[in-house]
């Protein structure tokens, strides 16, 4: 994913103040910041979390915290992860 708003089961746009609030609680949303410049610097956050080197991610999988949800999910989640990054890396070499 390029961009993380245009994915649509991201939650960022809600956190960003760009669409209404249906997922999150505005406790969650408080804790990002309410003004405009806080949110900036959470979306700059983001998007410079995606240049970064992935190994720190691949890591967290190996905790049992890093994905909340079942055991299921969590390897769900995993496998869909290294799949995107195969992926990623065989279409923009």
């Not at 649509?8 to 910041?33: A, M, N, W």
């Not at 079942?70 to 769900?76: A, D, E, I, K």
Request: hydrophobic letters at 30%; charged letters at 40%; aromatic letters at 12%.
């Amino acid at each position: 994913m390029k961009d993380p708003l245009e994915y649509k089961y991201s939650s960022i746009r809600e956190v960003l103040g760009r669409e209404p609030l249906h997922f999150l609680d505005e406790d969650v949303v408080r804790l990002i910041g309410e003004t405009e410049g806080s949110r900036k610097k959470y979306e700059k956050f983001i998007y410079d979390g995606m240049k970064e080197d992935s190994r720190g991610i691949e890591a967290l999988f190996g905790k049992e915290e890093a994905v909340f949800g079942t055991n299921r999910f969590s390897t769900l989640a995993q496998k869909k992860y290294i799949r995107r990054r195969k992926w990623s890396s065989k279409n923009n070499a």
